[in-house]
């Protein structure tokens, strides 16, 4: 246990529908990110908070959202779901958020979108 | 801008023997980080090592041992006397203090028969 979670572990869905991925770093870690892993695109990086302000944005989709919450958890919001945002979707957190901090993934989320 | 390239898509050898992964990186910065993150068919991202770019010294963990040449830009990994449990796909991944995201590689697919 890598001591981030995320849930849910497995969503299907419908094009068109609205999910929200959930959040909860590692304790003690200020610092969230969001990564998006699929086989054509591999792992990208979306987003990231640190002690809930935004800090970096990478290619988000603007369908996509994130926040972080004042006790630290953070969601993604994906809407007007489409085939292609199939994925896995993966949560990270770190103490600082700075480039020198080792990221702690949780087991990832995935999306199946029919 | 950050790039990682890992140009070996898949690896397959019979256990036992050692395997090779190469990752070359581009930055511009003079202070960066690079890492390796391990993903097995559990889907789990599991972080091996991380190197500051001022410490050139290759460093050795059990049979893992990582080879960090600036001149090249190079930041490889090797798998002595592989065993089946290594298959996975590994990650190489760089990261700086002005760019707070960690870029990834399109990762190596290590198989290892038995």
């Known amino acids: 246990d890598s001591g981030v979670t995320q849930t849910p572990k497995h969503l299907i869905t419908a094009t068109g529908q609205r999910v929200t991925l959930r959040c909860s770093p590692r304790?003690?870690?200020?610092?969230v990110y969001w990564y998006q892993q699929s086989l054509d695109q591999g792992l990208q990086f979306l987003i990231q908070?640190?002690?809930?302000?935004?800090?970096a944005k990478g290619n988000i989709l603007e369908r996509f959202s994130a926040q972080q919450f004042p006790d630290l958890h953070s969601e993604l919001n994906l809407s007007s779901l489409e085939l292609g945002d199939s994925a896995l979707y993966f949560c990270a957190s770190s103490d600082t958020g700075s480039g020198a901090n080792v990221l702690t993934f949780g087991a990832g989320s995935r999306l199946t979108v029919l | 801008a950050q790039k990682v390239t890992q140009a070996q898509t898949e690896i397959s050898v019979v256990e036992k023997e050692d395997v090779t992964l190469d990752c070359v990186y581009e930055t511009r910065d003079t202070t960066y980080y690079l890492f390796w993150y391990k993903q097995p068919p559990s889907g789990e991202l599991v972080f091996l090592i991380r190197r500051n770019s001022f410490d050139e010294q290759n460093e050795i963990s059990g049979r893992y041992s990582w080879n960090f040449q600036k001149s090249t830009s190079s930041f490889n990994f090797t798998i002595t006397a592989s065993q089946v449990v290594d298959s996975a796909v590994y990650f190489c991944?760089?990261?700086?203090?002005?760019?707070?995201?960690?870029?990834f590689g399109a990762g190596t697919t290590v198989t290892v028969r038995a």
């Open positions: 908070y640190y002690n809930g302000e935004e800090r």
């Open positions: 991944a760089l990261s700086d203090d002005n760019d707070y995201k960690l870029s």
């Open positions: 304790s003690g870690d200020l610092s």
